[in-house]
């Protein structure tokens, strides 16, 4: 597997959206952080994104609407460990009336690395039928300006090269 060529300047020409420290909860017995707080920390920083676009929890509980998880790709790049700080960025892929592929970007600022890349295709989802639904057109506007901001980058995302919204 080659390594990522993105550098750490381009990544964070996207908005932050999380940042924390590691605490000892993450570790498993390798002393290191375990896989399943990686997709953890990318998830806190889309729910962010969503927050942002006016499409969490309060347009969740208004509107009987949700994210999904469909699809995720994880690349693991460097270990994280205790008390190293780590600030999460996310890029929007592409976007189509009711699903958006997004990158999440985890960088271990301690050491000055990227740790790893999640890629997730989600869904907005009518709770009430439980099938997908459009985004609302606020929501939808929200996305498509966070899209084209994300669009204008001069660098490509380090896809899989498997997934699409």
Known sequence: ??????????????????????????LDENQHVNVQFYVHLVEK??????ERAGLGEIYAAADEHGNFALEQHIRYLAEILRDEQVSVY???????????YFMGFVINDTREQLAC???????????RQRRGAPYPPAGKAALQALHARHEALDWCAPVCGVMRA
């Open 1 to 26: 597997m080659s390594r990522i060529a993105t550098r750490l300047a381009e990544i964070r020409q996207l908005e932050l959206a999380h940042r924390q420290a590691i605490p000892a909860a993450f």
């Open 90 to 100: 996310i890029r929007l892929l592409e976007l189509t009336p009711k699903r958006a």
């Open 45 to 50: 920083g889309l729910v962010a994104v969503f």
């Open 117 to 127: 890349t999640v890629e997730v295709v989600q869904m907005n989802v009518d709770i």
